[in-house]
C-alpha cells in the first residue's frame, strides 16, 4: 500500500545522494520550494553534500536570492540544464566562469520535454530551435566554453524530409514541487498558486525514472477534504510531503507577496480600474510606440521588461484590454500583468491554464503579436537576447514564442550602458549616447534568426525610442525617426551596418512623448473598420 511520507526539509536534503539529478518546478519565485531548496542549501553548506548534482529546471527560478539560486554553490551542482538565468546572478556567474556544465533548452520545449520522457519516449522532437543557438549546427545549446566539449543533448535530425530538433532524455532522481494543501494520503491542491505551471508533466516524468516525488506545501488537511476536481497532484505519486513552517518567508506567493487572492484569482473584481501613470521615460516612450503595432482581436504575448512592464499597463490605461487578448507565457489570460522579479502573475487574470498547453498554442498556431526585449541586432536581421559577452540569461520562452509568432515586434533603447535622454515638447533629445553599440555586424549568438522569419512570412519590427525598423528581404529598413533626433548622428553613426532608410521617412507620433491619451481604442476600431471595407463585395 502507498502511504505518503510527511518529513521535514532537512531530511530530503540528506536523502539526496551524490551525482543525483534533481528536477525543480517554479517561475521567478512562484512555485519554489524554499523550504526544502534552503535545507538542500545548507547541508551542502555544513558537509559538502550532495554534490556534482545535475539540476533540471524548465522557467527562470529565481527573484535575484532564492529559488534555484541555493544551489548555486562550486561543487554542489555539476550540471545544469534550464532555461532562464536572468534573474539568477550566482549561476550566470558560475556559467560564464565555466564552474558548471549549462545547457538550454527552449523554456516551452523543456515543458513538453517532460511530458514525452513521462509517455516512455527517448526524447522530444520539435522544430523549435532550429536556426538558433539551440541548434547543433550552431551552438547545441551549450552556454560557456567548458560545456563545448561536453556530450551533445540535442541533435538534428531529419524525418520524412523534414528537419528538426532531438532532445535526448534526461533519468530523473528527484523531483521538487510545491502545492498549497496536501491531505492525509498526499492529494496535492494548489489553490492559492499564482500560476498553475507544468506539475504533472514533471511528477510523470520523474515517475518515469522512479524518482522520489516530493512536494512543498502550506497546509494539510484530513482526507477527502480536498474537492477532486482541485487535486493537481494524486497522492499516489507522492513519496514525501514537507510543511513549510514559515510560510512568510519560505513559501510565498511571489517574490513581493505573501499572498494576495488576486493573483490565483480567487478574490474576482469586476473591473481592474486606471493605474498609476509612471514617469514618461524612455522605456514607456518605447512601450507607448509599440501599441500601435497591435491588431483588433490579436492575441498578444508579452516578454519581460518593456514589453510586460510598459505595453500590459499602457493597454489598461487606454481601455483597450477588450480589443486584445494579453497573455504571459506562463499560462496567465488578461488581468493588470507584474513585472520586474515577479514577472508572469497578474492581477484579477480572466484564465490561468498549465504552462506546457500555454507553450502548445505558442508553438502550433502561433500568437497575434508578440512583444519581445533584445539584446543584439545585426545586418543579417538576426537577433540576440540570450547571451551578451560572458553573461548567460538564457532563452526562456523567447526562441518557442517569436519563432511561430505572426507579427514579432522587438522593444529596447537603441545603445546601452549611460544612454540619458530628455524628452520634452513632444521630442526627444540624447543627452548622453549609450556605451554599447546594439546593431552590430554579426550578434554573438542567434537567439531569434531573421532569414527563417522571413522565409515563414513573420513581419519583424524592432521599435526603439527614436527609430522603428522593420526586416525585409534585402535587410533592415527605417520606417519612422522620433522628432527632434538626427538621422546621421543619432541612428546612422550609432549602428555597424548602413540599413534601408523608407522614402519617405516617417515621423514618430508626436503624442507618443507627451503624457496625451493616444487614443488606441479608436485606432484599433479604425483598423477594424478598414479591414471589414476591404471585404465588402
Known sequence: MHMVKFVEPMEIAHAIN?????????????????????????????????????????????????????????????????????????????????????????????????????????????????????????????????????????????????EYLWLDQVPIDWVIVR??????????????????????????????????????????VTRGTIPPRQVEIPGTHVAYVVVADNPDKMHRQTASWTYDAAYSNEGWRPTLGSTVTPPLDVRRVIGRRALFELTPGAIVNMGTGIPNDVIGPEVLREGADEWVTLTVESGVYGGRPIGGVDFGIAQHPDALIEHPYQFDFYNGHGVDVTFMGFGEVDARGHVNATKLGDRATGAGGFIDITQQAKTVVFCGTFTAQGLDVDIKNRQLRIVTEGQVMKWVQRVQQISFNGSRALAQGQRVVVITERGVFTLTATGWELKEIAPGVDLQRDILDQMAFEPQIATPLAEMDARIFSEERLNLQAFLRQLESDAESEVRP
Open 179 to 220: 502545492g498549497t494543501t496536501a491531505d492525509s494520503i498526499g492529494n496535492i491542491s494548489a489553490e492559492q498558486e499564482a500560476m498553475k505551471l507544468e506539475l504533472l508533466p514533471a511528477v510523470f516524468a520523474g515517475r518515469r525514472y522512479n524518482a522520489a516525488i516530493t512536494v512543498q506545501v502550506k497546509d494539510t
Open 18 to 162: 551524490d551525482g543525483d539529478t534533481i528536477l525543480t518546478v517554479g517561475m521567478t519565485l512562484v512555485g519554489a520550494a524554499e523550504a526544502i531548496l534552503s535545507a538542500i542549501e545548507a547541508r551542502f553548506l555544513a558537509e559538502g553534500h550532495p554534490q556534482h548534482l545535475t539540476l533540471l529546471h524548465g522557467s527562470g527560478q529565481s527573484d535575484r536570492i532564492g529559488g534555484i539560486q541555493h544551489l548555486a554553490h562550486e561543487g554542489l551542482v555539476e550540471r545544469i540544464i534550464g532555461s532562464h538565468w536572468g534573474l539568477a546572478p550566482q549561476w550566470m556567474n558560475l556559467i560564464a566562469s565555466d564552474t558548471v556544465l549549462a545547457y538550454c533548452f527552449p523554456q516551452g520545449q523543456f515543458t513538453h520535454w517532460l511530458r514525452s520522457v513521462a509517455s516512455g519516449l527517448p526524447g522530444h522532437l520539435t522544430q523549435i530551435g532550429l536556426g538558433t543557438f539551440i541548434d547543433p549546427r550552431i551552438d547545441g545549446g551549450k552556454m560557456n566554453r567548458r560545456t563545448q566539449g561536453a556530450p551533445d543533448l540535442i541533435h538534428h535530425v531529419t524525418v520524412q524530409d523534414h
